[in-house]
């Protein structure tokens, strides 16, 4: 059974910085691209970026590149999202996925509160 | 950047009902489309992939069709479980995801 855990979600003030762990279990992790979503409260899905199987191809949403830096450890099965200069905007439940065309398994997600 | 805009935002039906939700792409991207299943506090479960392939393990009453710009999800008889929110997405081009449609119990 395909499992995602993410961790990292925090309380941080504008301008500051946060890591956002994915424990992949279940699958060859090694094998498929990923992906992060977020849904900020009261909104709908937005995705935010994505990472091919190797790591050498990256994608970012408009309102977050030059800002959040995604990354993987093969090694280890971990997916991580950098997120710089974060803004009130960025507060939303951060998803990791399977994948980086259609989502197959998705986590549970961790929270990030970007406040003052 | 592609929009995808998805109606309606909000559809009372009941039990038995069979219902259409629909997605409009900005610009043509092929059958590059997903949908989506979300429920509160779950994640959310892909449904259909490439704009008509039914994911494994899901209901056949599901089901999806289009290309180009127009796509449609359609529930042939509505079932308890399926009242949640909706989702189109498409990946032709990075990824982008519909507004969301909320389904309701009439």
């Known amino acids: 059974e395909v499992q995602l855990v993410e961790s990292g979600g925090d309380l941080v003030q504008p301008g500051g910085s946060l890591r956002l762990s994915c424990t992949a279990s279940g699958f060859t992790f090694s094998d498929f691209g990923m992906s992060w979503v977020r849904q900020a409260p009261g909104k709908g899905l937005e995705w935010v970026s994505g990472i091919s199987y190797t790591g050498n191809n990256t994608f970012y949403a408009g309102s977050v590149k030059g800002r959040f830096d995604i990354s993987r450890d093969n090694s280890k099965n971990t997916l991580f999202l950098q997120m710089n200069s974060l803004r009130v905007e960025d507060t939303a439940v951060y998803y990791c996925?399977?994948?980086?065309?259609?989502?197959?398994?998705w986590g549970q997600g961790t929270l990030v509160s970007v406040s003052s | 950047d592609i929009q995808m805009t998805q109606s309606p935002s909000t559809l009372s039906a009941s039990v038995g009902d069979r219902v259409t939700i629909t997605c409009r792409a900005s610009q043509s991207i092929s059958n590059w489309v997903a949908w989506y299943q979300r429920k509160s506090g779950k994640a959310p479960r892909l449904l259909i992939y490439k704009a008509s392939s039914l994911e494994t393990g899901v209901p056949s009453r599901f089901s999806g069709s289009g290309s180009g710009t127009e796509f449609t999800l359609t529930i042939s008889s509505l079932q308890p479980d399926d009242f949640a929110t909706y989702y189109c997405?498409?990946?032709?081009?990075?990824?982008?995801f519909g507004q969301g449609t909320k389904l309701e119990i009439k």
């Open positions: 996925a399977q994948g980086y065309g259609a989502l197959d398994s």
């Open positions: 997405q498409q990946y032709y081009s990075l990824v982008t």
